[in-house]
Structures are given as C-alpha cells and as structure tokens.
C-alpha cells in the first residue's frame, strides 16, 4: 500500500462512514476515485454517495476487490455478520479498520482470523470537519506500517493516539459520545442567551464559538482547565456567580456520570456482539 494511493472501502454507509470520509477527501488523504462503499440500503447508498461523491458498489465482494484497507461501518450486533460475509474473501494486501463500538480485538480475530490485519479505532464525528478525536490498538498481525497508517489517516483529521486496547471503551465514552454531551451544552448556553434577551441566531453562534475558543485555548496554551477558569473570574464578578449555579447544579458530577454510563454501554454492546 505505500507504493500506491490508499484506496478505502466501507462496508456500511451510515452517519460515522459518511463524516470520516468527508474529513478525508477534505483533508486530501483521499480523493473520490480511491474510496468505494457499500450498503444493502439503496436510500443509505443514495445519501452517502450525495455527500461524499464516493462510489457505490454492488456488493461487499466488490469493495474488497477495489480496495486495501476495509472499514467495517456497521452497529455491533449487525458486525458479525458482515466479517462473516467477507473472511473467505480477504487477502493478504487487506487491512480492517474496525470502527465499531465495544467490540474487541479477539471479537474480530473469531470472527476473521488470528492472521488477519486489524486495527481497531474509536473516532468520532467532528472528523467530518477536521476536528476529531481517536484511539486505536492494533491486534497481533497488524504491521508497523498499518499503525502508520491508522495514524496518518486520523490524525490527518484531528487528533489521533495509539493506547492500549483496554482504554478503548473508555475513550468511547469520552470523545466519541462527548460531541453529543458538548452539543447539549452548545444548546442550553443558546437557550439562556435568547432567556437574557439575545436573538436566537446570534445566540447559538457566540455559544458555539464559545465553546470552540475555550476548547482551543485548552490546546493551545497548555494551561489546566481550572487555570483558565480562574482566569476568568474576578472576586465578587458575574462569574464565579455563574460557576456557584453549575456547582449547585452538579454538572461535573452529571458529565462524569455521562462518559462513564457511555463507556459502560460501549462495553456492553461489545458483549452482546
């Protein structure tokens, strides 16, 4: 595969397919003529090639003879089917990318074999836009050169590290259920923006700016989150005032209770494959 363009094929076409390959022709990790998808689903097919300008095969069989590193993008408990399907099938030049929730490397290798070359991923979809977030851990045949590349491709489109496979579930959890906790508090810093009298546009704007600088500045600076916070509130100012009402609210303890239930789901839907 170095000697050549990646050529990616996904086997299921919903929202983490669609927002992955997006990044990646973005990012021009990919272009158009090196990605094909397939899904049973003809409504599905039609969305995903509209958003991406990826092909669609015919079938599974038709994306592993057009590419080299596959990306089973299917729920869970639908996985094992799909492996099933395509085991027979691979080759010795394909890689699997497995994107699905809980299910673990020696899942995979039952499923396939202990030969095949998998690494598992966790990303999420703010890879989309070139914001994501990702762990990964290769099983036993992967290759120096197929962790290069799991890195190249996620990291291209965000952040990226390599991490045990324990903490997968875990990581799960906190970055790839997280865009949907931030998008709750994106919401409800709009509705109290429209409550003290701002447009509702213009509101949902400065929330989403907002979270996105003081993301930002977390990255950036280096500083501890509390650090920043303290930064910002002054003794007896309008701040510390607001922090009192999350504090008396429990939202830390509502977030941390959040991305553990999540790992714990992650987990769990990885038994249950």
């Known amino acids: 595969m170095a000697d050549r363009p990646v050529r990616i094929g996904f086997l299921g076409a919903g929202q983490m397919a669609t927002a992955l390959a997006k990044g990646w022709l973005k990012a021009g990790l990919i272009d158009a003529g090196q990605g094909v998808a397939w899904t049973p689903n003809p409504a599905t097919a039609a969305k995903f090639a509209k ?143 429209v409550r003290v009298g701002l447009p509702r546009e213009t509101a949902l704007k400065l929330a989403a700016q907002t979270v996105m600088g003081s993301a930002k500045m977390v990255l950036e600076t280096g500083e501890h989150p509390a650090a920043l916070k303290d930064a910002v509130a002054s003794p007896g100012g309008s701040t510390i005032v607001g922090l009192h009402a999350l504090e008396r609210g429990a939202v830390r303890g509502t977030l941390m209770n959040a991305v553990e239930a999540a790992a714990n789901r992650a987990a769990e839907l990885g038994r249950k494959s």
């Open 51 to 193: 958003a991406t300008g990826l092909k669609s095969a015919t079938s599974s069989e038709a994306v592993l003879e057009a590419t080299d590193v596959i990306i089973p993008a299917v729920k869970p408990q639908i996985l094992p089917g799909v492996l099933y399907d395509i085991r027979s099938r691979l080759e010795e030049r394909h890689l699997i990318l497995s994107i699905a929730v809980g299910v673990t490397l020696t899942q995979l290798m039952h499923h396939l074999s202990s030969e095949t070359r998998i690494v598992r991923v966790m990303p999420n979809t703010p890879t989309m836009v070139g914001a994501g977030a990702a762990g990964y851990a290769g099983g036993p045949a992967a290759t120096a050169a197929d962790l290069a590349l799991t890195q190249k491709l996620f990291a291209g489109v965000g952040l990226a590290y390599q991490v045990p496979e324990s903490q997968l579930d875990g990581l799960s959890g906190l970055s790839g259920s997280g865009p949907a906790f931030v998008y709750v508090m994106i919401e409800a810093l709009a509705d109290a923006g």
